[in-house]
């Protein structure tokens, strides 16, 4: 999970750092914000017309297991119907998506660490999983 602006904070751009931007709307995967661009390079901000939105994706935050930095896996449940990758080191594939319901299975997953947003995040811990107990990916 992401540290997630609250709206109406003060956002600047890390492609553009002279963009300054308030929030409208953020969840853990997007934040939208409308910004205002320099006029003439100076210190001056306009509003720009019409209003621009920019689509951000955060990078998620990461823990450090075993000397290994890794994604953090998701640690609250999801809505009904939201899809999530998952770990499985008994299957040959490794990582699989899945549809969450308060399943007692779905809810064991998130307890134990195994659910992810990303395929490349489940990816990482299934390979790193593979490695501590001596395999190879």
Same mark, same amino acid.
């Given at each position: ?10 956002? !600047?751009?890390?492609?553009? +750092?002279?963009? *300054? @931007? ?45 000397? !290994?930095?890794?994604?953090? +896996?998701?640690? *609250? @449940? ?60």
């Amino acid at each position: 999970m992401t540290d997630i602006p609250q709206p109406g904070s003060v956002w !600047v751009d890390k492609d553009d +750092p002279k963009i *300054e @931007a308030v929030v409208l709307w953020a969840d853990e995967k997007t934040v939208v914000y409308d910004y205002s661009v320099p006029a003439n390079d100076s210190d001056r901000h306009v509003r720009s017309t019409p209003m621009f939105v920019k689509y951000y994706t955060p990078k998620p935050r990461t823990i450090t297991v075993a000397g !290994v930095e890794l994604p953090e +896996p998701m640690r *609250e @449940a999801l809505k009904d119907g939201e899809r999530y990758w998952l770990t499985d080191i008994t299957e040959e594939r490794g990582v699989y998506k899945n549809t969450w319901t308060d399943h007692p299975i779905h809810l064991h997953n998130l307890k134990r660490g195994g659910v992810f947003r990303t395929k490349e995040d489940a990816q990482a811990w299934f390979e790193f999983e593979v490695r501590q107990r001596g395999g190879e990916v």
